[in-house]
């Protein structure tokens, strides 16, 4: 159960209502749909808002069915809004401490916020039913596999396919709450010394057992509560993607290229990693992500080049100089961080996979003639679908005279047969993808 302040206006739940819709039926992200709806509720409840966004999608699989079996006939598409209503308000029901009544009467309401008056009857008596019928309803649904796992039945049949044995606990980390991961920034301050700040300020953490420089928090804090956070003492990052600036092999004197760059996470660590580097070129396609890398690496007090570019069209960007090593962060499926980004769930579909790898494919194909005589490419995803992975590593080794497999230098995970696959720990890191290649020389 999770405590929350107590519900206040029916605004509220319209809001959530909007912005669940707007990913559940017109297909946006919830970092695109979330903005305008949290400008749209007072300060005090945008907490409130964002929880009950992020919760009722990390189980609207299920909740979706439990919607479905209450409703004696289906929604209009004109009413999706509605769906998302009542959907919210189940995951209020059965997953938080609002009270019975407040999330029913407040979801009512919300119904003439939505300009949809002729819905609180539906929305009543649809409520009330679950609070009778609530046991029979579940166990009416408990065999269904997109129930039980409250995952889309191909993300569902995917997983247990690649991970048979792992597929539970999968399941269980992804509908769990990711933990807060910080990065310290070595350039000015120790691990050691900042696990003492956050002790004085009474945040409790532990260390990281993979990145040296990696602390988890107990309890997800603002970052205005981190000791010297804007003055770039750390950053937030999850561990398993800290560990990619680790594998990179850094050395002074280096050209490094980090395509596919933004936010900018990798982009900063590896700066703050090996402050000796000749240069370090960042690619990312979009102006607005760019911008992000831009402000996060001026936070740190880090400087890169910054080109806004298709990294494939490598004509357009590059400048004909080698890069002695390259992180090639590829975009991907996301499936191993759905505990952070829940809306995966319902924006992700099975042929989505196959055209993620063909896209990964073309960039590995695209950047390794950039590469130097034995540089170093480390292949990184956020999923753990083999088809992005192993797959794709495999098929451009195959086609390849002059890639080499090394070892991933890291015990997280376990050994694939091209890289490293890390799956989400329930307290710990997400799941992460490496395979590291190197040019012959």
Same mark, same amino acid.
């Given at each position: ?68 079996? /209450?409703?004696?006939?289906? /929604? ?170 680790? /594998? ?136 753990? /679908? ?56």
């Amino acid at each position: 159960m999770t405590d929350l302040p107590d519900p206040r206006a029916p605004d509220l739940r319209a809001a959530a209502a909007r912005a669940i819709a707007a990913v559940a039926q017109r297909g946006q992200s919830l970092s695109t749909a979330l903005p305008a709806q949290t400008n749209a509720v007072a300060p005090r409840d945008r907490p409130l808002l964002h929880e009950l966004c992020y919760g009722t999608l990390r189980w609207y699989p299920r909740l979706r069915l439990l919607v479905d079996s /209450l409703l004696a006939k289906p /929604l209009k598409a004109a009413d999706a809004d509605i769906g998302a209503l009542l959907a919210c308000a189940l995951y209020q029901l059965i997953w938080t401490r609002v009270p019975t009544h407040a999330a029913v009467n407040e979801t009512v309401g919300a119904c003439v916020v939505l300009k949809k008056p002729w819905a609180k009857g539906l929305v009543n008596a649809v409520l009330r039913r679950f609070g009778r019928e609530r046991a029979a309803l579940e166990a009416a649904l408990a065999n269904d596999p997109e129930y039980q796992s409250a995952h889309p039945l191909w993300l569902a049949d995917s997983l247990r396919a690649a991970w048979p044995a792992e597929a539970d606990l999968l399941f269980e980390a992804n509908n769990g709450r990711a933990p807060m991961t910080l990065r310290v920034n070595r350039r000015k301050s120790s691990r050691a010394d900042y696990l003492q700040a956050l002790a004085n300020v009474g945040v409790a953490a532990r260390a990281t057992g993979h990145s040296d420089v990696g602390i988890q928090l107990a309890e997800a804090v603002a970052v205005d509560q981190l000791p010297g956070f804007d003055a770039g003492l750390v950053s937030v990052q999850d561990e398993a993607a800290q560990l990619a600036a680790i /594998l990179l092999d850094l050395a002074p004197g280096q050209r490094v290229l980090d395509a596919c760059c933004a936010p900018g996470g990798k982009t900063g660590h590896i700066l703050e990693r090996e402050p000796g580097l000749a240069e370090l070129v960042a690619v990312d396609s979009e102006t607005v992500r760019i911008a992000r890398v831009r402000d996060n690496l001026q936070r740190l007090g880090l400087t890169a080049t910054l080109k806004t570019a298709d990294a494939r069209d490598t004509d357009t960007w590059w400048d004909g100089a080698p890069f002695d090593r390259i992180l090639l962060d590829a975009p991907c499926s996301g499936t191993g961080v759905v505990r952070r980004h829940p809306d995966i769930k319902l924006l992700r579909t099975e042929a989505d996979i196959a055209q993620f790898a063909a896209l990964q494919l073309e960039l590995l194909n695209s950047l390794w003639p950039l590469l130097t005589p034995e540089g170093k490419l480390l292949y990184a995803t956020c999923s753990v /679908l083999p088809r992005e992975n192993d797959a794709v590593i495999a098929q451009f080794v195959a086609a390849s005279t002059d890639a080499n497999v090394l070892a991933v230098a890291t015990t997280a995970g376990c050994a694939s047969p091209h890289g490293r696959q890390l799956l989400p720990q329930r307290n710990g890191h997400d799941g992460f993808y490496y395979a590291l290649l190197q040019k012959q020389g």
